[in-house]
C-alpha cells in the first residue's frame, strides 16, 4: 500500500471512506423507513438489532478489548483501536442485510456477488488510506456478515410469519406472499 496515494484509486479509497462514515447512515436509514412505511415490523427488529448490535457491542467491544494500534500515518481521521475496521463490519453487515430484506432468494447469488465487491472495496480503501491493517478488515467483515446472518437464522422465524401476512403485489385479496428462504450458503 506504499506508493503514491493520488489520483483515481485516490478518489475510490476517498468516497469509500466518506460512504463508511456519517454519510452512510443514510443506506440503513432510507432501509429502516421503507421497512416502517411498509410495516414490517419483524424486519425493523432485526435491522435494529444486527445493526446497533454490530456498531455497538461487535465492534466496539474488540475495538476496546484489543487495543490494537493503526498503521502509521493514516491518511483520513481515525478514532481509537485498530482491530476490527467498523467500515469493513458496516460494508459486510448491509450487504446481509439487503439481501435478507430486500432481494428474492431468487436473484441472490447476483447480490451476494456483488455485495462481496463492494466488501471488498470498502476493505482494500481502508487499508490503502493506511487506517487498517489488512487483519482489520478481513476481522470486520468476518464480524459484520456473521453476526447479520447469525441473527438472520434467529429472526428467520418471524420474518417467514411476516413474509407469509405480506400480500403479493397484484394479486387478490385471499393470496399471500411465500414466505422468506433460509440464508443460501
Not at 16 to 45: A, D, H, I, K, T
Not at 168 to 180: D, F, I, L
Request: hydrophobic residues 55%; charged residues 15%.
Amino acid at each position: 500500500m506504499g506508493g503514491p496515494h493520488d489520483g483515481p484509486p485516490a478518489a475510490a479509497a476517498a468516497f469509500m471512506n466518506w460512504f463508511g462514515g456519517p454519510p452512510g447512515v443514510v443506506v440503513p436509514l432510507g432501509l429502516l423507513v421503507f421497512l416502517l412505511v411498509r410495516r414490517r415490523w419483524w424486519s425493523v427488529c432485526f435491522l435494529l438489532v444486527a445493526y446497533l448490535g454490530t456498531s455497538l457491542v461487535v465492534v466496539r467491544g474488540l475495538k476496546h478489548l484489543v487495543d490494537r494500534p493503526r498503521p502509521a500515518d493514516p491518511l483520513v481521521r481515525v478514532d481509537h483501536g485498530s482491530f476490527p475496521s467498523g467500515h469493513a463490519a458496516t460494508a459486510a453487515l448491509l450487504v446481509v442485510l439487503a439481501g435478507a430484506l430486500l432481494v428474492p432468494a431468487a436473484r441472490r447469488w447476483l447480490w451476494w456477488w456483488a455485495g462481496a465487491l463492494f466488501t471488498l472495496a470498502m476493505m482494500w480503501s481502508r487499508t490503502w488510506l493506511h487506517a487498517h491493517w489488512l487483519s482489520d478488515t478481513v476481522a470486520g467483515a468476518a464480524a459484520g456478515a456473521g453476526t447479520a446472518l447469525l441473527l438472520w437464522w434467529a429472526f428467520l422465524p418471524l420474518l417467514a410469519r411476516e413474509a407469509r401476512r405480506r400480500p403479493v403485489a397484484g394479486a387478490g385479496p385471499r393470496e399471500e406472499a411465500r414466505p422468506m428462504a433460509a440464508p443460501a450458503p
